[in-house]
């Protein structure tokens, strides 16, 4: 099922800024070719240059040829939603069609909203306050659902879990009356 796409998988998050609201984000993510742990969003190859122009032709044909797989990226769609948003953080939710090596945080990254505690592709300073007023020294993103069909029966299976305490408090600043709605 997870090799098929037959999943649909739908996080929490929260953000630093605000991503918006129906945002679809398709944009393909490989590796960073300098830091090798990190994934990041492969630029486009049709993307204008700094002289507001489309590289086309030979040029373009070649540097895509030189580059190796892992620098092209592999296609990644998430689809955001913001649930609140108090000025300064939100509250999102993700669903992901694909299944990439952080997703989410490099999606999130791309659009100028990192996932609020996320030391890799998050805000140092916004971490620091996080861990000093909250405790939180984690990225504040959560697995919240899970829709599959059992490989067996076929009978459609909807496994949710509860999100974390520590999340649940910064959520509860940022939106106090969506505690049922999480």
């Known amino acids: 099922a997870f090799a098929a796409r037959n999943v649909k998988k739908t ?6 800024g605000n991503p918006g609201n129906r945002v679809v984000i398709d944009k393909p993510i490989g590796r960073h070719p300098v830091h090798r742990q990190r994934m990041r969003v492969v630029p486009d190859p ?8 489309v590289v086309r032709g030979q040029m373009m044909a070649d540097a895509m040829a030189s580059k190796p797989p892992s620098q092209l ?10 649930l609140a948003f108090d000025g300064k953080l939100s509250v999102v939710q993700v669903r992901i069609e694909t299944g990439r090596t952080h997703q989410i945080r490099v999606h999130l990254q791309d659009r100028h909203t990192p996932i609020y ?11 620091k306050k996080l861990s000093k007023t909250h405790g939180v020294q984690r990225p504040l993103l959560h697995a919240a659902r899970l829709e599959i069909d059992h490989p067996m029966t076929g009978d459609h299976m909807v496994i949710t879990a509860p999100m974390a305490s520590d999340m649940i408090k ?3 600043t940022i939106w106090p009356q969506g505690r049922d709605e999480r």
Do not use: E
């Open 11 to 16: 996080y929490a998050a929260i953000t630093v």
């Open 46 to 53: 049709s993307a204008k240059n700094s002289s507001n122009r």
């Open 73 to 82: 990226g592999r296609r990644a769609l998430s689809f955001v939603d913001t």
């Open 117 to 127: 505690g996320d030391d890799v592709y998050g805000l140092a300073d916004w971490n």
């Open 170 to 172: 910064t959520a509860d």
